[in-house]
């Protein structure tokens, strides 16, 4: 029930040449192929770009420096109030 068979395709063809007429689906039909061709043509494109000229990293890829671990700086305390003193 709900799948299409080749009959439904076939009579689906049919009115839309009714509708649309030939000239038409040709020439959208022609457009679309148009698209893609030129679709594929960008992406071809966006690969040779790629690989002729590489971009920089915008992040800093080195290594952070290294750090002094036998020193740990300790935030001043604030003084105590003794009641005593």
Not at 17 to 23: A, V, Y
Not at 74 to 81: A, G, K, S
């Amino acid at each position: 029930m709900g799948s299409l068979s080749i009959w439904h395709l076939v009579l689906l063809v049919i009115l839309g040449l009714l509708i649309f007429g030939t000239k038409r689906l040709t020439g959208g039909a022609k457009d679309i192929g148009n698209a893609v061709k030129e679709f594929k043509k960008a992406m071809a494109d966006d690969a040779d770009a790629k690989k002729t000229d590489p971009v920089q990293p915008a992040v800093d890829t080195r290594p952070p420096p290294p750090v002094d671990v036998t020193r740990v700086e300790r935030p001043p305390q604030p003084p105590r109030n003794d009641p005593q003193g």
